[in-house]
Each structure stands twice: as structure tokens, then as C-alpha cells.
């Protein structure tokens, strides 16, 4: 990645004072409500879980080719369209094997040639990666961007602008708009919203297929993925199908489209996973839909950031407050004042939990989930906590 021996760092040998992070205890005045800051797998509303609970005799363990899962896969097509606003044309699409498993998917149903790729972040270049190594395509263009920041798409002789709404290992959030000049007949748009759908707004006339996993803003686990498509990217989809290029059964997108139109995947789901993440959707919906998930989301982010930035020890790592991720918040914390490691790990001893950051960026830092099953209070609460614990290690006494 450009500018990585800057962005991995080796944090300083520094001297902390001598205390047992279990003799750090939180007041209970100033807990959050739930310990559960990760961000993926995330926090699953004890709500949705007895709910599961109490429709599992006649829900898990059934068939997924009968009306009792395919009736709650149908009314989670209903939800996400609902959700979105997904215009007339637009299909909710679903599989097995998560974002990453789409990657594949993708490169073998929807890239015709050649794409591009804003890497900024360990997902999205791994995508890139991922078509790097197909055979049947040509080298990807991929426009990076230091850790911390976003590129901005470029009109290019490619046929699909891979994007990333959310870069999950960084906190950058990127605005989604097509390449000037480009439609979608020139090159479709498909956008990588795992750690976003559900909590950052977007605009589908900027977009192609917008997909995610349902295990962060959508309080669910993972191995499912879901992808929304326009009437363009369906086209291209059926093109490609119908071309003779080979794509292994579990990877075809038109299969895909054809079993989720009657309710349904190619092979067996996790039923569990389906059914949380039903109940996160119409949840969202009945509350008010995406603008109220994204305005919960926009009042975690304007507490830890104002929070961060008030602080003497903290600052987050984002510079540009408009590239700050309202989902997944990244706070660099003064190596000369606290270990941050430390900090995570007495979060943990007192039950408050993957408050860790990402393992492969290297900074003296925290990640803090952000997502709309997150109250905004619980975020406040957490913040309050950090400066207590960092209290504490700078003065053990």
C-alpha cells in the first residue's frame, strides 16, 4: 500500500506504571448498558435473540425450500428493498460465503474485462487482490490511498468501478458517486458496504450493486452475503452467464438471482443468521428507516469523535472529518500517556469487550463500533470508561 511504512508503525518502548489491570475495576454509574463494542461480529440485541429462541421449534432445523424459511427470506428481500429504497428494477440478491466469498462471485459474473479499485484499507485491497489473481481477467487498475484516507474513482477503460462505502480496518467512510462522466452503461458500480449498509445513507442512481454481510450494522452473523442490483448490473449479470465463461455452481450469480427471486439460496443458509437479520431490518423500518439507523450512527460519531478531540491523551486517526466513518470510529491514543493494548485489555477485564484495533495497521490505537444496535448513550458511557481506566494507569494509587 503507498505511504505503509509510514502507516505501520512500531509504537515507542515506553515506561507505564506498575499496576495489574485487574486491580482496574469500572464504577458501575459509568458502565455502558452492554460490553459489546466489536465490530464484526457485532453486538445481537438480546430482543432478536429471544426471538429466535421462540420461533425455533418451527424454524430452525426445516427445510429451506419450504414456505417457513422461504416466507422469512422473503419478507428480508421485502425489508432490504424497503430499507433502501431500492428503485422499480431492483432485485435483493442473496448467498452463501459472506462479502468475501462474493468477491469471487463477482469476479466470475459481473467483471466482463477489466476493473478498477480504490484501495485504502485491508478489504479493499483485498478485492483487488482477489481479481489480480483471476486468470480470465486483465489486470485490475487500483488507485490507493495512505491509511487514514480515501481516493476518489476516475474515469477509466474498465467495466466495473469497484468501490468501498466503509473501510472497515481504517474507519475511513467514502461518499458514493459514480466516476464523472461514466454511466452505467459504461461501467457498472459495485460497492462493498459490509460495514456500512444499514448505517451510512446512500443514493442508488450512484450505484450498481451495493453488497455487504449482515454480521455489523445489521446485528446478525456472518456467512451470508446480500447484494442489491440494479436492472444494469442484472443485464450484465444474465451476458455474462450466457457467455460460456465457467464459474463453479456455489460461485454463479445468475443461479444466485434465480434462487433468490423464489425466496431462497442456491445451497442451505444459516437459518439463525437469516432470521437476525430480519429482525435488525424491521426494526430499522418501523423506527423510521435508514435516515433514523444513520442518525443513531451520526450521534455515536459526533460523541467519540467530540470526545476524542477534547481530549489530552486521544485524537482520532482520521484527519479529514468528513472521511470520519460514522460506523466504525478509530482513535490513536498518545503512546507517551497509555498502551492502548492495555486500555483493551482492561475494557475486557470489567466485560467491555473487542474494543481492540485492526491487527494488521499497527498503531497505538482503539476501534469502536458505532452501529445502530449500539445506543448512542452506550457510546458516551464507553468513553467515560477509557478516561477512567487511562486515570487509573498513569496513576495507580
Keep these: 500500500m503507498t505511504g505503509g511504512a509510514v502507516d505501520r508503525i512500531s509504537l515507542p518502548d515506553i515506561s507505564l506504571p506498575d499496576i495489574s489491570l485487574a486491580d482496574i475495576s469500572l464504577p458501575e454509574a459509568i458502565r455502558p448498558s452492554d460490553g459489546r463494542f466489536g465490530s464484526g461480529p457485532s453486538r445481537v440485541p438480546h430482543e432478536a435473540v429471544a426471538a429466535l429462541a421462540e420461533a425455533a421449534d418451527g424454524y430452525l432445523g426445516t427445510s429451506h425450500r419450504r414456505a417457513g424459511v ?23 440478491v442473496l448467498g452463501n460465503g459472506g462479502a468475501t466469498g462474493l468477491w469471487d462471485c463477482l469476479g466470475f459474473g459481473l467483471i466482463r474485462r ?14 483487488a487482490r482477489a481479481v489480480q ?10 488507485i490507493e490511498a495512505p491509511f ?7 474515469a477509466a477503460e474498465v467495466d466495473v468501478y469497484a468501490l468501498t462505502h466503509n473501510e472497515t480496518s481504517t474507519g475511513v467512510q467514502l461518499p458514493l458517486r459514480r466516476p464523472p462522466g461514466v454511466a452505467a452503461a459504461d461501467g457498472l458500480v459495485a460497492t462493498d458496504a459490509t460495514s456500512a449498509a444499514g448505517g451510512l445513507r446512500w443514493d442508488p442512481a450512484e450505484v ?4 455487504f454481510s449482515p454480521q455489523k450494522c445489521f446485528a446478525a452473523d456472518g456467512g451470508l452475503w446480500v447484494a442489491c442490483c440494479s436492472p444494469a448490473a442484472l443485464e450484465r449479470i444474465a451476458e455474462i452467464g450466457a457467455s460460456g465463461r465457467w464459474c463453479p455452481p456455489t460461485l454463479s450469480l445468475p443461479l444466485a438471482v434465480k434462487n433468490s427471486a423464489a425466496d431462497q439460496t442456491y445451497n442451505t443458509p444459516a437459518l439463525a443468521t437469516i432470521f437476525l437479520t430480519l429482525q435488525t431490518v424491521e426494526w430499522m423500518c418501523a423506527n423510521g428507516g435508514l435516515e433514523w439507523a444513520a442518525g443513531r450512527c451520526d450521534a455515536s460519531a459526533a460523541t467519540v469523535y467530540g470526545w476524542a478531540e477534547a481530549s489530552e491523551y486521544a485524537e482520532p486517526f482520521v484527519a479529514v472529518p468528513a472521511q470520519r466513518s460514522h460506523t466504525v470510529a478509530t482513535i490513536d491514543i498518545d503512546a507517551e500517556v497509555a498502551d492502548a493494548n492495555q486500555i483493551a485489555a482492561a475494557l475486557r477485564a470489567n466485560g467491555i469487550v473487542d474494543t481492540e484495533s485492526y491487527r494488521a495497521l499497527g498503531r497505538n490505537q482503539l476501534r469502536i463500533a458505532l ?24 496513576s495507580p494509587q
Design 133 to 142: 489473481a483471476a486468470p480470465h481477467l486483465e489486470a485490475p487498475q487500483i
Design 70 to 92: 422461504r416466507s422469512v427470506v422473503g419478507r428480508l428481500r421485502t425489508g432490504f428493498a424497503e430499507l433502501f429504497s431500492l428503485p422499480a428494477g431492483w432485485e435483493v
Design 208 to 211: 450498481d450493486v451495493y453488497y
Design 148 to 154: 487514514g484516507t480515501h481516493p476518489e474513482p476516475v
Design 114 to 127: 477489466r476493473s478498477q479499485h480504490l484501495a485504502f484499507g485491508e478489504f479493499s485491497a483485498k478485492f
Design 371 to 394: 452501529f445502530p444496535a449500539i445506543p448512542p448513550d452506550d457510546v458516551a458511557a464507553l468513553c467515560a470508561c477509557i478516561d477512567h481506566i487511562t486515570a487509573r494507569l498513569q
